[in-house]
């Protein structure tokens, strides 16, 4: 091989490319070749001191060369599925993974979610722009996970209580705080693996033990509390402490059940569902985050305020008209009648447009919803769509289409992919107060159609872009900016497109517009017969 590279002698290079196919044999400085899907490494080779040409070895990423890596890394066993991932779509799995695999950036263990599936994944990129993940199904494990927490937490508690009370009654004063010590630290242990956060004050109120789930939790490390007054490392815990039912450990089976207390650490609200257990030696609090369940009652009331409040304002307009009409009849003139019944009739499709969207999204909860399988043509339903803006749209909005010459049809629903991008056009025309550009554009890339719907409106704070696809979630929740809307029309396009195999993003900068995408497969086959889609 030395020989071959240092002379170019090809025919000696292709008898060696012959007899391994997945390398190549490359003389002086050639660059190798990179065939798609394929992870590559090279080695320079050197004949004394002068390097003479390289050999790079191309694996290629398919699912044969998955399952293959699954089979030999015993992951099948542990249903784990190994992905390889470019640009958010996967191009090769060892086993059936549905919908988009988003892995972001580094090599940290994260959850996410595809086709409805929520996974465990951790991925390392090996070639540019593809990354090589392994992922595992978390309903199971978190189910069972749950279970077991509580089962040990109770019986951390027991066995810290029991340890206490065994190593004050058996021992003398110097073999009883040994015994103790090394009770303790077995107690320590149990209690440091489980997921709830544990704290453990003595009588002076100073903490003595914090997990790492209450590290997690909170954001406070071990080292800043250990040794510290809780009231004075952790902020809120003067008030909280009052709140949080402490029981008695010689009478667990009577403990108060947890109550909810805030905190705010660094600017970060906190809701913690917190109990307590004293004995001789202080009081272990046990407590979890549950922040989100306490973000979406909050958006649940939320919602029915807007909803009352977005019922409200037709209801009055519709009920004023009508009045109007059946006290004034005869002496109004035939253009104010006209006037009068188009607001009605404008009136009740807002009002029926709002019960859609409630309905729709309890159908989508309750996985009772059929969306049909079929080719449609991508082309004549952004046209619509944009037809039906600009009639709408008021002075100094200007709405654009964008579409490539040549179209393939696209596979779907039809009738949902034009209701998501009405309401993304809608979202578009509601925020840009100012007016502006909103520009609707087609794009096909291999075997997906992309629709964008851009705007130079209000933008979106980078904090709240996670948010705003969450049933009730509005950004204007105190109509501040005079915007309306029940919170659920981000929600239910997230789904529907969810359902049709794809996968809906945001990109945006506050005061310089949004960007909403997502992308539905090619039409490949004939027209298929309405299939039931379960909820995501």
């Known amino acids: 091989m030395q020989n071959a590279l240092r002379t170019h002698d090809r025919a000696a290079l292709a008898r060696l490319h012959a007899a391994h196919p997945d390398a190549q044999f490359l003389p002086g400085d050639t660059p190798p070749e990179k065939p798609p899907w394929t992870a590559q490494r090279s080695v320079e080779v050197v004949v004394g001191t002068k390097p003479v040409g390289s050999v790079a070895v191309d694996v290629v990423l398919d699912n044969g060369t998955l399952r293959r890596l699954a089979d030999a890394a015993g992951l099948m066993t542990l249903n784990e599925v190994a992905v390889a991932e470019r640009t958010g779509r996967v191009v090769a799995a060892s086993g059936v993974v549905a919908g988009r695999v988003s892995l972001g950036k580094g090599s940290l263990p994260r959850t996410l979610d595809s086709g409805g599936v929520r996974y465990r994944a951790v991925a390392s990129e090996i070639a540019p722009g593809t990354r090589l993940a392994v992922l595992e199904p978390t309903g199971a494990v978190d ?17 810290l209580a029991a340890v206490m009370i065994m190593a004050y009654a058996l021992a003398p004063a110097l073999g009883r705080a040994r015994f103790a010590q090394h009770q303790r630290a077995i107690a320590e242990r149990v209690l440091a693996h489980v997921a709830d956060g544990v704290l453990l004050l003595d009588n002076q109120g100073v903490v003595r033990f914090w997990n790492s789930a209450a590290e997690r939790i909170t954001g406070l490390t071990a080292k800043r509390v250990l040794g510290m007054r809780a009231d004075a490392t952790i902020p809120g815990w003067r008030v909280a402490e009052r709140q949080i039912p402490v029981g008695d450990a010689a009478e667990l089976d009577r403990n108060a059940t947890a109550t909810t207390v805030p905190l705010e650490v660094e600017g970060r609200e906190l809701w913690l569902a917190a109990s307590g257990v004293a004995f001789a030696d202080g009081i272990v609090y046990s407590f979890r985050d549950i922040s989100e369940d306490e973000r979406l009652d909050q958006a649940k009331t939320d919602f029915v305020a807007t909803v009352s409040h977005e019922l409200r304002t037709p209801l009055a307009s519709v009920y004023g008209a009508a009045l109007t009409l059946q006290r004034h009849f005869d002496n109004l003139e035939e253009p104010q009648r006209e006037r009068l019944l188009n607001l009605i009739a404008e009136e009740a499709d807002r009002l029926s447009d709002i019960i859609d969207d409630i309905l ?46 040549t179209l393939p049809q696209a596979s779907g629903d039809g009738d949902k992919v034009r209701q998501v991008l009405s309401n993304l056009v809608e979202n578009a025309v509601k925020y840009s107060p100012g007016g502006g550009r909103i520009e609707v554009r087609l794009e096909h890339d291999d075997d997906r159609i992309r629709f964008e719907v851009q705007d130079e409106g209000l933008g979106i704070p980078l904090d709240e872009q996670d948010r705003i696809f969450k049933k009730f979630y509005r950004l204007d929740p105190n109509l501040t900016l005079g915007i309306g809307g029940t919170g659920l029309g981000l929600y239910i396009s997230r789904e529907l497109v969810r359902r049709m195999g794809g996968e809906i993003t945001v990109s945006s900068m506050p005061g310089r517009g949004s960007t909403f995408a997502f992308d539905l497969p090619v039409a490949r086959a004939a027209d298929r017969v309405a299939e039931p889609v379960g909820s995501a």
Do not use: C, K
């Open 143 to 159: 189910a069972t996970a749950t279970e077991i927490r509580n089962r040990i937490l109770l019986i951390g508690f027991i066995v």
């Open 360 to 405: 729709l999204a309890s159908r989508l909860d309750s996985g009772r919803l059929q969306l049909e399988s079929e080719r449609f043509d991508a082309r004549q339903v952004a046209h619509g769509v944009v037809e039906g803006a600009r009639m709408r749209a008021s002075e100094g909005i200007h709405v654009a289409l964008s579409v490539p010459a």
